[in-house]
């Protein structure tokens, strides 16, 4: 059973507006979660990473928060852009790990239309 | 950009055949991963590498298998292709724990299709 689930699967949102995407865990113990950033073809790319202290992440016009307490998170992304247009993966590792084993989600494909 | 590179990026080949798909980081990172990831689905770790020497399986089953003879080079082989072999594989390398976390850098990918 994937640890990691995410919402919307897919959204379509027009140039310029602002989305919200979620991601729900259940990885334990918990020790950080990243939201990437996938386009076609290509490898992910990081765009936050959050430890368990840390509550809300900004990267340009990616923000990401968390509760570790209910286990969720979300990615706001504000005034889209065209190249917005991916799949953005939450992506939650355990502590204890020297690996830093990450447990994937599905991912959420974003199409931003002009 | 992160400097990790996969070759080749697209490749269609027979069953039966044995392949090698190459995987090279310059940014002297000690650890790196092969994912596997089928359209619309998670990526799913196959294979990793704490450094030379050290290969180890990871949480997916996989017919791979991979070497690591030196720090920057991590290639996956397939001895026989299968069609049940075609997806996209992606090579990743991490740096030391930073923020108390492992930053993953990841390669573009190589998309296989065994007809």
């Known amino acids: 059973k994937n640890q990691v689930e995410q919402s919307p699967q897919s959204l379509i949102i027009l140039e310029g507006k602002n989305c919200t995407l979620q991601?729900?865990?259940?990885?334990?113990?918990?020790?950080?979660l990243r939201w990437y950033k996938q386009d076609t073809g290509r490898g992910p790319v990081s765009l936050t990473i959050?430890?368990?202290?840390?509550n809300t992440k900004s990267n340009g016009r990616y923000t990401a928060t968390l509760d570790a307490d209910t286990k969720q998170s979300s990615l706001h992304i504000t005034a889209s852009q065209l190249s917005d247009s991916a799949s953005y993966i939450c992506?939650?590792?355990?502590?204890?790990?020297?690996?830093?084993?990450?447990?994937f989600g599905r991912g959420t494909q974003l199409t931003v239309w002009p | 950009e992160a400097d990790i590179y996969q070759t080749p990026r697209y490749l269609v080949i027979g069953t039966g055949k044995k392949i090698t798909l190459e995987c090279s980081q310059t940014m002297g990172h000690d650890k790196m991963y092969w994912y596997q990831q089928d359209p619309g689905m998670e990526l799913h770790l196959i294979h990793y590498?704490?450094?030379?020497?050290?290969?180890e399986k990871g949480d997916l089953s996989s017919e791979s298998t991979v070497s690591r003879i030196r720090t920057e080079h991590f290639p996956l082989t397939l001895e026989s292709a299968r069609p049940s072999h075609t997806s996209q594989y992606l090579c990743?390398?991490?740096?030391?724990?930073?923020?108390?976390?492992?930053?993953?850098?990841f390669g573009p990918g190589t998309r296989l299709t065994v007809t």
């Open positions: 990743a390398s991490s740096d030391v724990e930073r923020e108390g976390a492992y930053e993953q850098y």
């Open positions: 959050m430890t368990f202290s840390e």
């Open positions: 590498s704490y450094g030379v020497n050290s290969t």
């Open positions: 992506v939650v590792s355990d502590r204890g790990s020297t690996l830093g084993r990450l447990y």
């Open positions: 991601c729900n865990y259940t990885v334990s113990p918990f020790s950080n």
